[in-house]
T-cell receptor, first 111, second 115 residues
Framework: SQQGEEDPQALSIQEGENATMNCSYK?????LQWYRQNSGRGLVHLIL?????REKHSGRLRVTLDTSKKSSSLLITASRAADTASYFC???????????FGKGTLLTVNP | EAGVAQSPRYKIIEKRQSVAFWCNPI?????LYWYQQILGQGPKLLIQ????????DSQLPKDRFSAERLKGVDSTLKIQPAKLEDSAVYLC?????????????FGPGTRLTVL
């Protein structure tokens, strides 16, 4: 079963613009992770935010987490054509820290 | 550092045939995972190994899927017999952790088409 639900399902922007993707989930988590997937590099881990953190930055990425609303957002600033990919949120919980993925957001950055 | 290796990259079989996938995790990683990713969806965990032992196989269709991890390193995932709905990308991942949350590193995947 899928825990995270990304929104929107697809997003198309121009190079240089910011892209925001949202993720909602249902049960309590240990942490939440964002992954990127494209045909060239497969599934790649981007950033992890723990349940006691509210915001985290990594380069052009900014992730927020609101555990009261069970939601997270991923912001990519100054997007590039190379950012074109599917982006997945994945929640981690349970005694074995199981990773559960959402269906993903397809981001297209037009040059 | 070498990444997670998988083979083959692509496989086409007829329904009711059998197929096997191989994974070599990153050296030193104790935990190994197999995921199934159907087109348009996120990866779904099939089985998780901690060294040689199975930690979670709750979503593995055990009537047709089997997996093993001999000597706590390489792993194979087998489907016998295959069904049309098994068409998907099978991803292998590994992580260092020995009992806590950790980053998973994914291989390139094997794209299976069942005709």
């Amino acid at each position: 079963s899928q825990q995270g639900e990304e929104d929107p399902q697809a997003l198309s922007i121009q190079e240089g613009e910011n892209a925001t993707m949202n993720c909602s989930y249902k049960t309590s988590i240990n942490n939440l992770q964002w992954y990127r997937q494209n045909s060239g590099r497969g599934l790649v881990h981007l950033i992890l935010i723990r349940s006691n953190e509210r915001e985290k930055h990594s380069g052009r990425l900014r992730v927020t987490l609101d555990t009261s609303k069970k939601s997270s957002s991923l912001l990519i600033t100054a997007s590039r054509a190379a950012d074109t990919a599917s982006y997945f949120c994945a929640t981690v919980g349970g005694s074995n820290y199981k990773l559960t993925f959402g269906k993903g957001t397809l981001l297209t950055v037009n040059p | 550092e070498a990444g997670v290796a998988q083979s083959p990259r692509y496989k086409i079989i007829e329904k009711r045939q059998s197929v096997a996938f191989w994974c070599n995790p990153i050296s030193g990683h104790a935990t190994l995972y197999w995921y199934q990713q159907i087109l348009g969806q996120g990866p779904k965990l099939l089985i998780q190994f901690q060294n040689n032992g199975v930690v979670d196989d709750s979503q593995l269709p055990k009537d047709r899927f089997s997996a093993e991890r001999l000597k706590g390193v390489d792993s194979t995932l087998k489907i016998q017999p295959a069904k049309l709905e098994d068409s998907a990308v099978y991803l292998c991942a590994s992580s260092f952790r020995r009992g806590g949350p950790d980053t998973q590193y994914f291989g390139p995947g094997t794209r299976l088409t069942v005709l």
